[in-house]
C-alpha cells in the first residue's frame, strides 16, 4: 500500500484539476448549448498571462491569480457569451468547427507570442508538508488544489439547488423565451455562466502549469481535453458527478501508471485513460442521456444554380491542364504540390463523410497514419508497390468500421467527442507501437520504379493519378443512389429510417469508403519521403483538417483543391515560422467565422440594420430629405 500511496495522492491532486475544468465544461454546454473544444486554449491562455505577471512583471502570486483568473477569465467570458449567442443557431457541426477554430487561433496566437518552446512555470503554492501518512508527504499545494475543486463543485451545487440564478439557469436553452416572460433575462443568466466557466477554465490552465512545472501552448491546450472523459461520467449535465468523475479518472491513470511500470509493451497507457474512459462512457451511456442540449438547428436549404454545363466542363479542362504542367512551372517546389496530391485524397475522403453524409470525424489523420503503417509493413513483406497501397487503403477499412460503432448509436457532438478520443489513443498510445511503425518507430518505404514513377516528376504524376481516380470515386459515390441515400441521411436520419432504408448500414459504409480512402492516402503519402513515422500524423492536424474544410467551400472534390492550396500549398511557400503561425490563426479565425454565417445570420443582420436605417428616414427627417435622395436610400415612397 506505502508503493501506492504517493500516486493516489498525485492522482487525486491532478483528478481535482480535471474535475475543476469538467464542471467549467459543463456548466457552459448545460446553459448555451455550445461545448466548447477550446476550453483548454483558454486555460492555457490563461497560465501565460499567470506567467506574464508572475515571472515578467515580479507581482506576487495572488496578484497574478487575480489577474488571470479573475480578471482574464471574466473578459474571456464575456466574449465567449457573445459568441455562443451567435453559434446557438447553427448546426451542430458548426459548432465544432467554430470551437476547434478559437482552439487552433487562441494556441497560435500564444506561440507568436511566446514562442514555441517550453517555458518553466515553477509551482507557486505552498510546498511545505502538511501531513505524513506512511512517510508519504501531503502537502499544502495538494490541499488547497483539493479544496478549491470541492469547495468549487459544492459552491456550484448549492447554486443550482437553491438559487434564482441556478434554476434560471437550468431553464435557459430549454426555452429562453419563457424565461424571459417570467421577469428573466436569458442574456444575463448566459453571461453568469459563462463568466463562472470561463474562470474555472483560466483557473485549470494555472494549476495544469503548476502541476507539470512547464508552459506549453499545444500541450496546454489539449491538456485539459482530458476533462472531457470527467465531463462524460457527469453525463455532460451533472456539476457534482463531473467534479467525482474527474477524481476517479485521476485516480485511475496515477494507479495504472503505477501498474504498467516495468511492462513495456503497455508504456503510456496511463496518459490515455482519460480517453479510454471518455470512448467507453460514450458507448455504454443510455442514449436518453445522450440528447444534445439546446434545439436542434438544420443547415437551411439553398438553391443550387447549377454552372452551365460548358462552363463546367471548361473549369474541369483547365484544372487537369495546370495540373499536367505544374512540374515545368514549379521549379524546386515540386515536392510541396505533390505532398499536397496526396493530401487531395484525404480532404476527399473526409468532404465525403462530413459534407455528404452529416458525419463527424475528428481523427481523420488518424486513419491516414493506419493507412501508412499497413503500407509499410506491406513492403517490407515484398508486397508490390500498387498492390501494397491497395491493400493499405483496404486494411484501414476494418479501422473505420471500428469508428462507426459510436456512430451508430452517436451523433452530433457525441460523435466528435468519441472519435476525438480514439484519435489521441490512437496517437498517443499505438503510434509508439511495433504493430505501428515498427520497432525502432521508424518505417522504410520507397517509390516505384516502374515507368520512371522514382524520380520527383514521376511520382508526381502517379500521385496525379491516384487523386483522379479517388476523385472519380467520391464523384460516384456522390451520383449513385448511396450518394442519394447519405444525403438523405444527413438532412434527416429519421425520415430515412421510416422509408424502411437502414440508417446503421449507411452509416457504417460511409465510414468504411471514408477509411479506405484516407488509408490511400496516408500510403501514398508516406511513399514520397522514403519512411513514415508517428511524428508525420500528430491528431491535432484532424482538428485543423476539419476548420479548413469547413472554409473550402460546399463541394468535395473543388473543397479539397481549395483545402490543400490553403494548407498544404501557400504553407510551402512560406519559410518565416511567425508567418505560418499567423496563417494558423487566420484558419482558426476562418473557421470560426465560416460557422457563424453558415445559417446567414450575417445577411440577416445586415438586412436588420438596413430596414432600420430605412425606418429612421421616417417622420419628420424624411420630410426634409429630397425624395430623390430617399429613392437612392432604397426606401419607397409617394410624392403628390
Not at 459548432?95 to 509551482?123: D, H, M
Not at 511557400?573 to 454565417?597: E, K, R, S
Request: include cysteine; charge should be positive; hydrophobic fraction near 55%.
Amino acid at each position: 500500500m506505502n508503493d501506492y500511496l504517493p500516486f493516489i495522492v498525485f492522482g487525486i491532486t491532478v483528478g481535482s484539476i480535471y474535475g475543476l475544468a469538467a464542471m467549467g465544461l459543463v456548466l457552459t454546454y448545460k446553459t448555451s448549448g455550445v461545448f466548447n473544444f477550446g476550453h483548454g486554449a483558454i486555460g492555457a491562455a490563461a497560465a501565460y498571462v499567470f506567467h506574464s505577471c508572475r515571472d515578467t512583471y515580479d507581482m506576487p502570486w495572488p496578484l497574478a491569480a487575480v489577474v488571470a483568473v479573475g480578471l482574464f477569465g471574466l473578459v474571456v467570458g464575456l466574449v465567449m457569451e457573445r459568441l455562443a449567442g451567435g453559434l446557438s443557431v447553427v448546426t451542430t457541426g458548426f459548432k465544432i468547427v467554430a470551437t476547434v477554430g478559437l482552439l487552433l487561433a487562441i494556441r497560435s496566437l500564444l506561440i507568436l507570442s511566446y514562442g514555441s518552446e517550453s517555458l518553466n512555470f515553477p509551482p507557486f503554492l505552498p510546498q511545505g508538508t502538511l501531513v505524513t501518512i506512511s512517510s508519504v508527504r501531503v502537502t499544502y499545494d495538494n490541499a488547497i488544489v483539493l479544496g478549491l475543486g470541492a469547495g468549487s463543485a459544492l459552491a456550484l451545487f448549492l447554486l443550482f439547488r437553491v438559487t434564482r440564478l441556478g434554476k434560471a439557469m437550468r431553464a435557459v436553452v430549454d426555452d429562453p423565451s419563457l424565461l424571459d416572460m417570467v421577469g428573466e433575462s436569458p442574456v444575463r443568466i448566459r453571461r453568469a455562466a459563462w463568466l463562472i466557466g470561463c474562470s474555472f477554465a483560466a483557473a485549470s490552465g494555472v494549476l495544469f502549469a503548476s502541476a507539470q512545472g512547464q508552459l506549453d501552448a499545444t500541450l496546454l491546450s489539449l491538456l485539459v481535453v482530458q476533462a472531457f472523459g470527467a465531463a462524460g461520467i457527469g453525463a455532460f449535465s451533472s456539476l457534482p458527478v463531473a467534479y467525482a468523475g474527474g477524481l476517479g479518472v485521476g485516480l485511475l491513470q496515477a494507479l495504472v501508471s503505477k501498474g504498467i511500470a516495468g511492462h513495456q509493451s503497455v508504456q503510456g497507457l496511463d496518459l490515455n485513460i482519460p480517453f479510454l474512459v471518455l470512448v467507453v462512457v460514450l458507448l455504454v451511456m443510455p442514449r436518453r442521456k445522450l440528447i444534445e442540449v439546446g434545439h436542434a438547428v438544420r443547415t437551411p436549404a439553398v438553391a443550387r444554380q447549377p454552372m452551365p454545363a460548358r462552363l463546367r466542363a471548361g473549369i474541369g479542362l483547365a484544372v487537369v491542364v495546370a495540373a499536367v504542367l505544374v512540374p515545368f512551372i514549379v521549379d524546386t517546389k515540386l515536392p510541396v504540390w505533390t505532398n499536397a496530391g496526396t493530401q487531395i485524397v484525404l480532404f476527399l475522403s473526409l468532404g465525403l463523410l462530413v459534407r455528404t453524409s452529416g458525419q463527424i470525424s475528428l481523427c481523420h489523420i488518424g486513419l491516414a497514419a493506419v493507412g501508412a503503417a499497413a503500407f509499410g509493413h506491406l513492403l517490407a513483406g515484398g508486397v508490390p508497390w500498387g498492390v501494397a497501397v491497395l491493400l493499405a487503403g483496404a486494411l484501414t477499412i476494418p479501422v473505420g468500421a471500428l469508428i462507426a460503432i459510436p456512430a451508430i448509436r452517436l451523433s452530433g457532438l457525441y460523435l466528435g467527442l468519441a472519435t476525438l478520443g480514439f484519435g489521441i489513443l490512437l496517437s498517443n498510445f499505438l503510434y509508439t507501437k511495433g504493430v505501428m511503425f515498427g520497432r525502432n518507430g521508424n518505417l522504410a518505404t520507397y517509390k516505384p520504379t516502374a515507368f520512371n514513377f522514382d524520380s520527383p516528376k514521376g511520382f508526381y504524376y502517379l500521385v496525379l493519378i491516384v487523386v483522379a481516380l479517388s476523385a472519380a470515386l467520391v464523384l460516384l459515390v456522390e451520383r449513385s443512389r448511396l450518394g442519394r441515400l447519405l444525403r438523405a441521411m444527413a438532412d434527416s436520419p429519421t425520415a430515412l429510417a421510416t422509408s424502411g432504408l437502414s440508417v446503421n448500414f449507411a452509416r457504417v459504409l460511409v465510414f468504411c469508403i471514408s477509411a479506405f480512402l484516407a488509408g490511400i492516402s496516408g500510403a501514398v503519402f508516406s511513399s514520397q519521403f522514403g519512411s513514415v513515422n508517428g511524428d508525420s500524423f500528430p491528431y491535432l492536424q484532424s482538428l485543423v483538417l476539419m476548420s479548413v474544410l469547413a472554409i473550402s467551400g460546399r463541394t468535395n472534390v473543388a473543397g479539397a483543391l481549395v483545402g490543400v492550396v490553403l494548407l498544404f500549398i501557400i504553407p510551402g511557400y512560406i519559410d518565416n515560422a511567425d508567418t505560418l503561425t499567423v496563417l494558423q490563426i487566420g484558419f482558426g479565425a476562418a473557421a470560426l467565422l465560416a460557422a457563424l454565417a453558415s445559417t446567414g445570420a450575417f445577411s440577416s443582420r445586415l438586412a436588420a440594420a438596413a430596414a432600420a436605417a430605412a425606418d429612421r428616414l421616417s417622420g419628420p427627417a424624411r420630410d426634409r430629405l429630397d425624395p430623390t435622395d430617399i429613392r437612392d436610400r432604397g426606401v419607397p415612397v409617394t410624392v403628390a
